[in-house]
Antibody
Framework: EVQLLESGGGLVQPGGSLRLSCAASGFTFSNYALSWVRQTPGKGLEWVSAISGSGGSTHYADSVKGRFTISRDNSKNTLYLQMNSLRVEDTAVYYC?????????????WGQGTLVTVSS | EIVLTQSPATLSLSPGERATLSCRAS??????LAWYQQKPGQAPRLLIYDASNRATGIPARFSGSGSGTDFTLTISSLEPEDFALYYC?????????FGQGTRLEIK
Protein backbone atom coordinates (compact mmCIF):
# COMPACT_ATOMS: atom_id res chain seq x y z
CA GLU A 1 0.00 0.00 0.00
CA VAL A 2 1.39 3.38 -1.03
CA GLN A 3 1.73 5.77 1.89
CA LEU A 4 3.00 9.35 1.97
CA LEU A 5 3.41 11.08 5.31
CA GLU A 6 4.27 14.77 5.46
CA SER A 7 5.82 16.49 8.44
CA GLY A 8 7.59 19.71 9.36
CA GLY A 9 4.75 22.18 9.09
CA GLY A 10 4.12 24.84 11.71
CA LEU A 11 4.03 28.53 12.49
CA VAL A 12 6.84 30.70 11.15
CA GLN A 13 7.34 34.45 10.87
CA PRO A 14 7.54 36.22 7.52
CA GLY A 15 11.06 35.96 6.16
CA GLY A 16 11.68 32.77 8.05
CA SER A 17 12.49 29.25 6.87
CA LEU A 18 10.98 25.80 7.23
CA ARG A 19 11.80 22.37 5.85
CA LEU A 20 9.04 19.94 5.03
CA SER A 21 9.59 16.19 4.77
CA CYS A 22 7.54 13.45 3.15
CA ALA A 23 8.25 9.86 4.13
CA ALA A 24 7.17 7.37 1.49
CA SER A 25 6.50 3.63 1.54
CA GLY A 26 4.78 0.96 -0.50
CA PHE A 27 6.53 1.58 -3.83
CA THR A 28 10.02 1.69 -5.34
CA PHE A 29 10.80 5.26 -4.37
CA SER A 30 13.57 6.06 -6.85
CA ASN A 31 11.42 4.98 -9.82
CA TYR A 32 8.96 7.83 -9.45
CA ALA A 33 8.90 11.58 -9.60
CA LEU A 34 7.23 13.46 -6.77
CA SER A 35 5.54 16.82 -6.36
CA TRP A 36 4.63 19.29 -3.68
CA VAL A 37 1.17 20.79 -4.10
CA ARG A 38 -0.30 23.36 -1.72
CA GLN A 39 -3.80 24.49 -0.88
CA THR A 40 -4.62 27.77 0.76
CA PRO A 41 -7.29 27.33 3.44
CA GLY A 42 -10.67 27.47 1.74
CA LYS A 43 -9.16 27.90 -1.71
CA GLY A 44 -7.83 25.88 -4.59
CA LEU A 45 -4.83 23.74 -5.38
CA GLU A 46 -1.49 25.17 -6.50
CA TRP A 47 1.31 23.00 -7.85
CA VAL A 48 4.56 24.09 -6.19
CA SER A 49 7.46 21.91 -7.29
CA ALA A 50 8.42 18.52 -8.70
CA ILE A 51 11.54 16.35 -8.79
CA SER A 52 12.41 13.39 -10.99
CA GLY A 53 13.00 9.92 -9.60
CA SER A 54 16.78 10.29 -9.78
CA GLY A 55 16.65 13.78 -8.32
CA GLY A 56 18.48 15.15 -11.34
CA SER A 57 15.64 17.28 -12.64
CA THR A 58 13.62 19.81 -10.66
CA HIS A 59 10.81 22.21 -11.54
CA TYR A 60 9.17 25.10 -9.70
CA ALA A 61 6.16 27.35 -9.88
CA ASP A 62 7.09 30.97 -10.56
CA SER A 63 5.62 31.96 -7.18
CA VAL A 64 8.29 29.99 -5.28
CA LYS A 65 11.25 29.95 -7.68
CA GLY A 66 14.41 31.16 -5.96
CA ARG A 67 12.92 30.72 -2.49
CA PHE A 68 11.99 27.01 -2.30
CA THR A 69 14.23 24.01 -3.01
CA ILE A 70 12.95 20.50 -3.60
CA SER A 71 15.20 17.51 -2.96
CA ARG A 72 15.00 13.82 -2.20
CA ASP A 73 17.04 11.14 -0.46
CA ASN A 74 16.40 7.87 -2.26
CA SER A 75 18.28 5.93 0.42
CA LYS A 76 15.75 7.15 3.01
CA ASN A 77 12.65 7.17 0.79
CA THR A 78 12.10 10.78 1.76
CA LEU A 79 11.15 13.93 -0.15
CA TYR A 80 11.97 17.41 1.14
CA LEU A 81 10.94 20.99 0.53
CA GLN A 82 13.23 23.68 1.91
CA MET A 83 11.26 26.92 2.14
CA ASN A 84 13.15 30.18 2.65
CA SER A 85 12.08 33.83 2.67
CA LEU A 86 8.57 32.77 3.57
CA ARG A 87 5.70 35.13 2.90
CA VAL A 88 2.20 35.40 4.37
CA GLU A 89 0.84 34.16 1.04
CA ASP A 90 2.78 30.89 1.44
CA THR A 91 0.36 29.92 4.21
CA ALA A 92 -1.26 26.67 3.07
CA VAL A 93 -1.61 22.96 3.54
CA TYR A 94 1.30 21.35 1.71
CA TYR A 95 0.74 17.93 0.15
CA CYS A 96 3.34 15.61 -1.29
CA UNK A 97 2.12 13.56 -4.19
CA UNK A 98 3.55 10.63 -6.10
CA UNK A 99 3.73 10.99 -9.87
CA UNK A 100 3.00 8.06 -12.17
CA UNK A 101 6.31 8.25 -14.05
CA UNK A 102 10.01 8.74 -13.40
CA UNK A 103 10.08 12.24 -14.85
CA UNK A 104 6.45 13.29 -15.31
CA UNK A 105 2.90 12.01 -15.13
CA UNK A 106 -0.17 12.31 -12.99
CA UNK A 107 -0.47 12.61 -9.22
CA UNK A 108 -1.92 9.22 -8.31
CA UNK A 109 -1.25 9.14 -4.57
CA TRP A 110 -1.30 12.00 -2.08
CA GLY A 111 -0.36 12.44 1.55
CA GLN A 112 -2.73 14.01 4.05
CA GLY A 113 -0.84 17.28 4.10
CA THR A 114 0.98 19.45 6.62
CA LEU A 115 -0.10 22.99 7.51
CA VAL A 116 2.33 25.86 7.14
CA THR A 117 1.29 29.18 8.68
CA VAL A 118 3.34 32.28 7.96
CA SER A 119 2.38 35.04 10.35
CA SER A 120 3.91 37.56 12.68
CA GLU B 1 2.22 29.33 -17.80
CA ILE B 2 -0.97 27.65 -18.98
CA VAL B 3 -4.12 28.90 -17.27
CA LEU B 4 -6.98 26.47 -16.73
CA THR B 5 -10.43 28.04 -16.35
CA GLN B 6 -13.19 25.90 -14.87
CA SER B 7 -16.91 26.52 -15.21
CA PRO B 8 -19.24 26.85 -13.53
CA ALA B 9 -17.75 27.81 -10.18
CA THR B 10 -20.65 26.13 -8.43
CA LEU B 11 -23.07 23.57 -9.81
CA SER B 12 -26.25 22.77 -7.88
CA LEU B 13 -27.89 19.49 -8.82
CA SER B 14 -29.90 16.68 -7.28
CA PRO B 15 -28.91 13.02 -6.87
CA GLY B 16 -29.67 11.09 -10.03
CA GLU B 17 -29.09 14.08 -12.30
CA ARG B 18 -26.30 14.41 -14.85
CA ALA B 19 -23.39 16.74 -14.10
CA THR B 20 -21.26 18.42 -16.73
CA LEU B 21 -18.14 20.29 -15.63
CA SER B 22 -15.93 22.23 -18.02
CA CYS B 23 -12.25 23.12 -18.13
CA ARG B 24 -10.68 25.40 -20.72
CA ALA B 25 -6.94 25.78 -21.26
CA SER B 26 -5.33 29.03 -22.35
CA UNK B 27 -3.42 27.14 -25.05
CA UNK B 28 -3.50 23.65 -26.48
CA UNK B 29 -2.51 20.90 -24.06
CA UNK B 30 -3.35 17.95 -26.32
CA UNK B 31 -4.85 15.33 -23.98
CA UNK B 32 -2.61 16.12 -21.01
CA LEU B 33 -5.45 16.86 -18.65
CA ALA B 34 -6.63 15.17 -15.47
CA TRP B 35 -9.58 15.59 -13.13
CA TYR B 36 -9.41 15.30 -9.34
CA GLN B 37 -12.13 15.08 -6.72
CA GLN B 38 -11.65 16.53 -3.25
CA LYS B 39 -13.90 16.13 -0.23
CA PRO B 40 -13.65 18.24 2.95
CA GLY B 41 -10.63 17.35 5.06
CA GLN B 42 -9.28 14.94 2.46
CA ALA B 43 -6.51 14.99 -0.11
CA PRO B 44 -7.46 15.15 -3.79
CA ARG B 45 -8.21 11.87 -5.57
CA LEU B 46 -7.32 11.21 -9.19
CA LEU B 47 -10.47 10.48 -11.23
CA ILE B 48 -9.55 10.89 -14.90
CA TYR B 49 -6.16 11.15 -16.64
CA ASP B 50 -5.11 11.79 -20.23
CA ALA B 51 -8.49 13.52 -20.66
CA SER B 52 -10.59 10.37 -20.85
CA ASN B 53 -9.06 7.48 -18.91
CA ARG B 54 -10.59 6.51 -15.59
CA ALA B 55 -8.13 5.96 -12.77
CA THR B 56 -8.09 2.70 -10.86
CA GLY B 57 -11.27 2.09 -8.89
CA ILE B 58 -13.22 5.03 -10.31
CA PRO B 59 -16.86 4.18 -11.10
CA ALA B 60 -18.03 4.11 -14.71
CA ARG B 61 -20.45 7.00 -14.10
CA PHE B 62 -17.42 9.31 -14.30
CA SER B 63 -16.22 10.08 -17.81
CA GLY B 64 -13.93 12.64 -19.39
CA SER B 65 -13.66 14.01 -22.89
CA GLY B 66 -11.92 16.68 -24.90
CA SER B 67 -8.57 17.60 -26.37
CA GLY B 68 -6.69 20.74 -27.24
CA THR B 69 -8.21 23.49 -25.12
CA ASP B 70 -11.70 22.29 -24.14
CA PHE B 71 -12.41 19.44 -21.74
CA THR B 72 -15.43 18.04 -19.96
CA LEU B 73 -15.99 15.86 -16.91
CA THR B 74 -19.37 14.16 -16.92
CA ILE B 75 -21.00 12.33 -14.04
CA SER B 76 -23.87 10.42 -15.62
CA SER B 77 -26.09 9.98 -12.56
CA LEU B 78 -25.08 11.71 -9.35
CA GLU B 79 -24.68 9.67 -6.19
CA PRO B 80 -24.73 11.38 -2.76
CA GLU B 81 -20.98 10.82 -2.37
CA ASP B 82 -20.22 12.73 -5.59
CA PHE B 83 -20.98 16.12 -4.10
CA ALA B 84 -17.51 17.57 -3.68
CA LEU B 85 -14.92 19.87 -5.24
CA TYR B 86 -13.53 19.03 -8.67
CA TYR B 87 -10.28 20.31 -10.14
CA CYS B 88 -8.78 19.98 -13.57
CA UNK B 89 -4.98 19.83 -13.92
CA UNK B 90 -2.57 19.81 -16.86
CA UNK B 91 0.89 18.33 -17.32
CA UNK B 92 1.49 19.49 -20.87
CA UNK B 93 4.63 21.37 -19.85
CA UNK B 94 6.23 22.98 -16.81
CA UNK B 95 4.91 24.55 -14.70
CA UNK B 96 1.96 22.30 -14.05
CA UNK B 97 -1.19 24.18 -13.08
CA PHE B 98 -4.64 23.46 -11.66
CA GLY B 99 -7.96 25.03 -12.44
CA GLN B 100 -9.67 27.02 -9.70
CA GLY B 101 -12.22 24.29 -9.05
CA THR B 102 -15.93 23.61 -9.43
CA ARG B 103 -18.02 22.99 -6.33
CA LEU B 104 -20.73 20.40 -6.95
CA GLU B 105 -23.42 20.91 -4.33
CA ILE B 106 -26.74 19.30 -3.54
CA LYS B 107 -29.72 21.27 -4.78
Amino acid sequence: EVQLLESGGGLVQPGGSLRLSCAASGFTFSNYALSWVRQTPGKGLEWVSAISGSGGSTHYADSVKGRFTISRDNSKNTLYLQMNSLRVEDTAVYYCAKITGASSGWHDYWGQGTLVTVSS
Amino acid sequence: EIVLTQSPATLSLSPGERATLSCRASQSISIYLAWYQQKPGQAPRLLIYDASNRATGIPARFSGSGSGTDFTLTISSLEPEDFALYYCHHRSNWPFTFGQGTRLEIK
